[in-house]
């Protein structure tokens, strides 16, 4: 107990010299052993199976994977068929779309959407609508 010059505030030891030279061996021993004996009894070694390693000869080639488009297609005609028969079961999900790609060039439907726009009526401004006194909103005010 001669190696024992101080105690640390937790009531521990502060080792000096050689206690804490052989502390560190016996360490350093116990370590090498428990690297040296491999899997504790408390974990079983795992079986070792040994695969034959397969010759690139041998294994057949890749097939080319098709487009995606194609891959789809037979699905969706499938969905598309049975969610027309199929009814709706839930409220939100009547105001559904369905997106298809547009036939018609990008210069008719440029023209079409211009038509449409110039047949809306012009909206009035907020100062307009108190002039005209009549019920712009709609809510029967």
């Known amino acids: 107990m001669s190696d024992l010059k101080n105690i640390s505030e937790n009531g521990a030891p502060i080792l000096h010299g050689e206690a804490l030279k052989r502390i560190r061996e ?10 040296g004996q491999g899997a504790t009894t408390l974990v ?14 041998s294994l057949a080639p890749a097939r080319p994977l098709r ?3 194609e891959i789809a297609t037979p699905i969706l005609k499938v ?3 049975q969610a ?6 839930h ?5 559904t779309f369905e997106i298809v790609r547009p036939t018609e060039s990008l210069e008719e439907l440029f023209k079409e ?3 449409v726009l110039a047949d809306l009526p012009q909206q009035a ?4 609508r108190h002039e005209m006194g009549e019920d712009v909103w709609g809510d029967g005010e």
């Not at 016996?26 to 690297?35: N, P």
């Not at 401004?125 to 307009?128: G, K, L, N, P, V």
């Open 84 to 89: 027309g028969s199929t009814p709706v079961r």
């Open 26 to 35: 016996d360490v350093a021993k116990r370590f090498a052993e428990a690297l």
């Open 113 to 115: 959407s211009i038509a």
């Open 67 to 69: 487009p995606l488009h």
């Open 125 to 128: 401004t907020r100062q307009q």
């Open 79 to 81: 969905a598309t068929r």
């Open 44 to 57: 079983p070694p795992k079986p070792s199976e040994e695969r034959p390693l397969l010759a690139p000869a």
């Open 91 to 95: 409220i939100r999900h009547q105001e």
